[in-house]
């Protein structure tokens, strides 16, 4: 209604600008003329003598709509070459470019004080991005001993994002940290990792792998492939090979020739660089202990662009390639870069402030561009590259990137290399340096001032999370380079390998042993019983198999005094806990593990409603579980309190959080007698983490089990199922004066020969009738 309101209107109501008369606001004289003006008859147009006049106008409108058509065609219709050279012509950015000021003394802290990993520490990390629900490497990757997983959301992340063993920080909860760099890191991109590496920091890290969700660390082991401690005991005290740097003019090679892959590149190589394919004539060797960033290499689809992925492909098929694992690592000379990603790279803490991923690139440039600037500035305090043989297998999606994605890379990453190697600063601390080079790229055009500014935050950040910033190291670029003799040469000759195998998918069956299998239950069936026999285990074993063995899938029996021809295993009681591990591992396939003291009496016909993937324990029990405080004591106690602190600092963050949410003090420890106790097969990796955290530690199991009870999970979800159990601290007279068929448990109960035996079969006839036909035998 209203759009045919004013078509109605009449058009002789306003005259066109151009029939009014050129002074009308130059006289003030003329008003009352111009009102009446203005509802006088339109003039006739003279078309010709108007587009003489405006002909110049017209020709600056006609050039600029076809600019802008030039721009949207080559965008659009995917001459995306032509499109990058012509930003390649563009030229740098003014010399205006304001240079952030930083009172590098004047930082305040930033605490983590509000979230619900505020009190974690741990030294090594693993750091993702995550746009999807868990992938089955990322599953893998959570439970590499000795490493807590980070994943960074983004806006594609799943609301419901969650991994067990995995620290996960959504949208929400970066912005709630209170870094700056929030502010600049895009919502979608990967690139939200430069939060994850802060957090990591803030929480104690000093070693972090950067990596991705489709990779696979061969092995399950980051130690067996990176160098993760560079000093101390830990340390591979070994040499390293070298490229050689006899040549100057050489400044950017590919390290997959050095691994038997002539004909592979990694992303971000100078694409002018790709027909060098010939080996090393001879390398040199350092010593150890610098090489703060050390990049390792993918099978299956290692790190290329996509140059490479589209004209080496000849169909659907997944890339396979593989690299010789048994090339020896090699080290980057001062003068010489290569291509260092965000997949599969060890940082070590020296080089944490080379984590910073650009933000005003593409996201396929932005690691690569931060390896080149992070490897210039590792030379000012003395640090270098190493790249390592396979580390990961990384599967192909069989779904490669558009070229446009990588524009920063191809136009201008040859240019950037020998600005770098070329660039020199003045400065006398690493992070004056390191935003001076910042300030410096933007105005050569590699990145915007964005970076700039994002440069600063992130340094600020750093400092505020509590980061040193390394000293510097005098350069040795701009002196002559040193001869090299015949006798420091090392030779290597690296294998030939196939370029491209397909990917082929293979099966296979993997067969368990399953034990002594005596008789099938339908609930405990494929459940193991362990048993420690504190009596003579010649007059008991083989009555406890006779029993028990009924019920569960086996037996296993542990004593102090081992004893072959029964099958009874030598056990420490105090540390009982060390021994279960190789059980675990013995019956991979069973359900669950029941721990039973022998003075504890099992009536197994009431644990049925018991729900067999939760733990159990005596926690509902008070005089089987206690909480003591252990302040100001120094005796057994406090020497128990001393050790569980220091197993729990080192505790990964699912296991830390659980224990002291439970525990809510540090100054106590909580006791149980730990008589009996059942462990689901979803807990057993956690189980076998945490005893594998004691090392030589003499915890007592008393002491050891509530504490990876409480460890592995809240006690409001343990099954309650022994909560009714009959519990006594000292035993009775007689035995049979506590004993009740209708309850799961009772304790003590004393079986020291075969009379004992006899008589506590009799009294469980009552829950189990088909016990008479034993006695009966």
Known sequence: ???????????????????????????????????????????????????????????????????????????????????????????????????????????????????????????????????????????????????????????????????????????EQQASLGFRVVDFVPYDSYVRKSVGYLFAVQHGAKKIFDADDRGEVIGGDLGKHFDVELIGEGARQETILQYSHDNENRTVLNPYIHFGQRSVWPRGLPLENVGEIDHEEFYTE??????????????????????????RK???????IRFDEHAPKVALPQGIMVPVNSLNTMYHSSAFWGLMLPVSVSSMASDVLRGYWGQRLLWEIGGYVVVYPPTINRYDSIKGYPFSEEKDLH??????????????????????????????????????????????????????????????????????????????????????????????EETGTVSYEIGNLIRW??????????????GPVERTALEWRLL?????????????????????????????YKHLPKIFHRFASAEGFLFLKDDTVLNYWNLLLADKSKLWITDKISKSWLTVSTKGNSDWHGKQAEMVKKVVGSMPVHFQVNYKDAMKSDQSITICSSEIFYIPH???????????????????HKIAIPMFFLSMDSPQNFDSVLSTMLYKQKPPSTNSTIYSARAPAIHPWNVSSEQDFIKLVRIMAEGDPLLKELVLR
């Not at 703060?292 to 140059?307: A, E, K, M, R, T």
């Not at 239950?521 to 504190?534: A, D, Q, S, Y």
């Not at 979803?682 to 007592?700: G, M, Q, T």
Request: proline residues 5%; hydrophobic residues 40%; aromatic residues 12%.
């Open 314 to 320: 000849s169909g659907l098929e997944a890339f396979d």
């Open 548 to 576: 028990y063995g009924r019920i569960f899938k086996t037996v296993v029996i542990l004593s102090q005094q081992k004893n072959e021809d029964l099958a009874v295993e030598e056990g420490n009681l105090e540390q009982l």
């Open 682 to 700: 979803h807990y057993v990796a956690d189980f076998v983490d945490l005893v594998s955290l004691l090392d030589d530690l003499e915890i007592h």
């Open 1 to 171: 209604m209203l759009v045919q309101g004013r078509a109605a209107a009449p058009k002789s109501s306003r005259p066109l600008p151009t029939t009014l008369h050129p002074n009308h606001n130059s006289n003030h004289h003329h008003h009352h003329q111009h009102q009446d003006y203005r509802f006088s008859p339109s003039k006739s147009l003279d078309f010709s003598t108007w587009f003489s006049e405006n002909l110049y106008k017209i020709i600056i409108c006609f050039f600029l709509i076809a600019t802008v058509a030039a721009v949207f065609f080559l965008r659009n219709t995917g001459d995306t070459a032509a499109f990058l050279y012509l930003q390649s012509k563009s030229q740098p950015i003014e010399k205006t470019l304001p240079f952030p000021h930083i009172n590098w003394n004047h930082i305040p802290p930033i605490a983590d004080t509000a979230s619900t990993y505020a009190n974690f520490r741990t030294e090594r990390w693993i750091i993702v991005s995550v746009s999807d629900y868990p992938s089955d490497s990322l599953k893998k990757l959570v439970k590499i001993k000795g490493w807590q997983l980070l994943a960074i959301g983004n806006s594609k992340s799943p609301r419901d994002w969650a991994l067990k063993g995995a620290i996960y920080l959504s949208l």
């Open 286 to 311: 350092i010593f150890g202990g610098k090489h703060f960033i050390q990049q390792g290499i993918s099978n299956g689809l290692p790190d290329v662009d996509s140059v490479f992925y589209f004209t």
């Open 411 to 504: 136009v201008n990453v040859g240019r950037l290399i020998k600005f770098l190697v070329a660039w020199r600063s003045n400065k006398h601390r690493l992070f004056e340096k390191i935003l001076e080079l910042s300030y410096a790229m933007a105005e050569e055009g590699f990145w915007t001032e964005q970076d700039v500014k994002f440069t600063a935050a992130w340094l600020q950040d750093l400092i505020a999370v509590g980061y040193q910033q390394p000293r510097l190291m005098s350069l040795e670029l701009d002196r002559p380079g040193a001869s090299i003799g015949h006798g420091d040469r090392r030779e290597f000759i690296p294998r030939k390998l196939p370029s491209v195998h397909l990917g082929v």
């Open 521 to 534: 239950r339908k609930n405990f069936g494929n459940v193991v019983l362990i048993m420690f026999c504190t």
